[in-house]
């Protein structure tokens, strides 16, 4: 069974940067697209970035544009996002998931294997 665990949440303040980690186990990440997601008390959960099997293509919410970035290392089977610029409003739960698919996908519903998620809290 495919497992995803994050890391690298935490409490920082308005500007500041984190990066995120998303490390596969028990599967070939090569083959799966990857996304992040974040999800706040009361509110559906939203996405964040998505990248496709080989990196080479990433999709990005308006929301984060400019500020995040997403990426993988196929040999390490690790995705990342870089979050820079942070704000309040980022403030969130963060969940990576995982999907057999070609391209890349914006919609929680086209995941098949999700992790437990990491803190993220900006503070102004």
């Known amino acids: 069974q495919v497992q995803l665990a994050e890391s690298g949440g935490g409490s920082v303040k308005a500007g500041d940067s984190l990066t995120l980690s998303c490390k596969l186990s028990?599967?070939?990440?090569?083959?799966?697209?990857m996304g992040w997601f974040r999800q706040t008390p009361g509110k559906e959960r939203e996405f964040v970035a998505a990248i496709n099997w080989s990196g080479g293509s990433t999709n990005i919410a308006d929301s984060v544009k400019g500020r995040f970035t997403i990426s993988r290392d196929n040999t390490e089977n690790i995705m990342y996002l870089q979050m820079n610029n942070l704000k309040p409003e980022d403030t969130a739960i963060y969940s990576c998931a995982a999907v057999v698919m070609f391209g890349t996908s914006s919609r929680a519903e086209s995941y098949d294997y999700w992790g437990q998620g990491t803190q993220v809290t900006v503070s102004s």
């Open positions: 028990k599967g070939i990440f090569s083959k799966f697209a």
